[in-house]
C-alpha cells in the first residue's frame, strides 16, 4: 500500500504530542515532522513519536517537501502564523480550537484560505465523541421538532484552569473552553439557525485574586435567530481535587415534538487510589478520586488512543486520503464560535444584552 501522507506538527505540547503519536499510527503516514519552539521538547515528541524530523522553526517544518499536510497545536496565541503559511503552500491544515483569539486574526485567517481555496479544519473534538455524534444523528432525523430551548453546562477543576491560562492568559474558561458548547449548539441546531443576541453574567474571585482576568462561574442566555433560547454555563474553578480529569458536562435540548438529555459527567465510572492518579492535562497534579472518562480527549488503554480526538485526528488523516466528508468544524462555523464568545465576554463586561454580529 503506498503512504501518500507527509504531516508537520506545530506544537509539541500535550494536544500535539497526541497528534502526532496518533498520526504515526496511521497506515497512510510515511513522514513525520515536529516543531517546537524548545528543541528540548520537540526532540522529546519526534522520538516518542518515531518521527522522522524535527526542528524549532516552524516554517521548516511547514515548508519541508515532505510535509503535504499540517497540525497546528500551538498556543492558541500563536494559530496564525502557522495557519496562513501552510494555506500559502497549498498545505491542508486541522488547527486546535478557537481558530483565532479574536476576530481580526480569524478574518486575515479567512481572507488566506479564499484567497488560496485551501483547506482548513478546526479542532472541535466534542463532536467526535460518541454520545455527541449520537445526538447529532437525532438531529438530522429531526426527532425533537423544532428547538425552542436548551442548556449546556461544564464544570471543571481549577488545577487545569490555572494550566492553562499560565500558557496563555486570554484562554478563559469562556472562549477556550465554553466554545466547545456554543459550536455543540449551533452545530446541533444546524446553521441556519445562529446566534443573535446574548445575556450573560459572571462571578469572579479565585483566578482575578491570582491575577488573571478570568471569571470563575460565568452563565449566559443566547437567542438564536429562530427565537430558540439556550442557556450555557462554565465553571473551572472547582477545588483542585475535584475528581474530574477534564470535562464533566451536561447538554439537554427541548423541542416541539421531544426532548434529549446527554449526561456526560461520568460519575458511573469512579476510581479511588491511595497511591493517587496522574492527571492528563497537568502533569505534576494527582487526585486519590477520580471519574474515569471524564479526560477531554480520550484515553489510552492497551496500547492505543481511545476517545474524541483520537477520532478527529483519524478521520481528518482519513479525509485527506479519500475525500470523505467529515463533521469537523468549518472555518466559517469557528468563526461563529469566536464571535459568540468573545460576545459572551462582552456581555460580562459591560452588563449588558449584546447583539451579534459584533
Known amino acids: 500500500m503506498s503512504k501518500p501522507l507527509g504531516i508537520g506538527v506545530i506544537g509539541s505540547g500535550r494536544i500535539g504530542t497526541l497528534r502526532a503519536r496518533l498520526a504515526s499510527q496511521h497506515p497512510c503516514v510515511d513522514f513525520l515532522a515536529i516543531s517546537d519552539q524548545d528543541i528540548s521538547q520537540a526532540k522529546k515528541l519526534a522520538e516518542l513519536s518515531e518521527a ?51 476576530l ?16 482548513l479544519h478546526i479542532g472541535y473534538s466534542r463532536r467526535f465523541k460518541e454520545c455527541y455524534l449520537r445526538a447529532k444523528e437525532q438531529m438530522l432525523h429531526q426527532r425533537l421538532g423544532k428547538i425552542v430551548g436548551g442548556t449546556a453546562r461544564v464544570y471543571n477543576s481549577r488545577s487545569q484552569a490555572f494550566s492553562i491560562l499560565k500558557r496563555d492568559p486570554h484562554a478563559t474558561p469562556v472562549v477556550d473552553v465554553l466554545t466547545y458548547y ?11 439557525c445562529y446566534p443573535v443576541e446574548i445575556v450573560a453574567r459572571g462571578q469572579s474571585g479565585i483566578f482575578k485574586a491570582a491575577g488573571f482576568g478570568a471569571d470563575d462561574v460565568t452563565w449566559a442566555i443566547i437567542t438564536f435567530s429562530d427565537g430558540a433560547v439556550i442557556n450555557l454555563g462554565i465553571s473551572y474553578a472547582l477545588p483542585a481535587t475535584y ?22 459527567d461520568h460519575m458511573d465510572h469512579i ?17 486519590n478520586m477520580a ?3 471524564s479526560n477531554t480527549a480520550g484515553d489510552w488503554a492497551c496500547g492505543d488512543f481511545w476517545g474524541s480526538l483520537g477520532n478527529e485526528t ?8 479519500t475525500g470523505k466528508k467529515t463533521v469537523h468544524c ?23 444584552s449584546v447583539r451579534l454580529p459584533l
Not at 455543540?184 to 441556519?192: N, T
Not at 475528581?243 to 456526560?264: A, F, K, N, V, Y
Not at 483519524?314 to 486520503?321: A, I, K
Open 52 to 102: 522522522d524530523y524535527y526542528s524549532t522553526n516552524n516554517e521548516e517544518i511547514i515548508g519541508h517537501p515532505q510535509v503535504n499536510a499540517v497540525f497546528v497545536s500551538t498556543p492558541e496565541n500563536h494559530h496564525v502564523a502557522p495557519i496562513i503559511k501552510a494555506l500559502e503552500l497549498g498545505k491542508p491544515v486541522l488547527v486546535e480550537k478557537p481558530l483565532a483569539m479574536n
Open 104 to 119: 481580526q486574526d480569524a478574518d486575515r485567517i479567512l481572507k488566506v484560505l479564499q484567497e488560496t481555496n485551501g483547506s
Open 182 to 192: 456554543v459550536d455543540l449548539m449551533c452545530w446541533l441546531l444546524e446553521d441556519q
Open 243 to 264: 475528581p474530574t480529569l477534564g470535562q464533566s458536562d451536561r447538554l439537554e435540548l427541548l423541542g416541539l415534538e421531544g426532548t434529549m438529555i446527554i449526561d456526560d
Open 271 to 287: 476510581l479511588f487510589s491511595d497511591r493517587g492518579i496522574p492527571h492528563a492535562y497537568v502533569p505534576d497534579h494527582a487526585v
Open 291 to 293: 471519574f474515569l472518562g
Open 314 to 321: 483519524r478521520s481528518w488523516l482519513d479525509q485527506l486520503v
Open 330 to 352: 468549518t472555518p466559517i462555523q469557528a468563526r461563529k464560535n469566536l464571535e459568540t464568545t468573545l460576545a459572551i465576554e462582552k456581555a460580562v463586561a459591560t452588563g449588558q
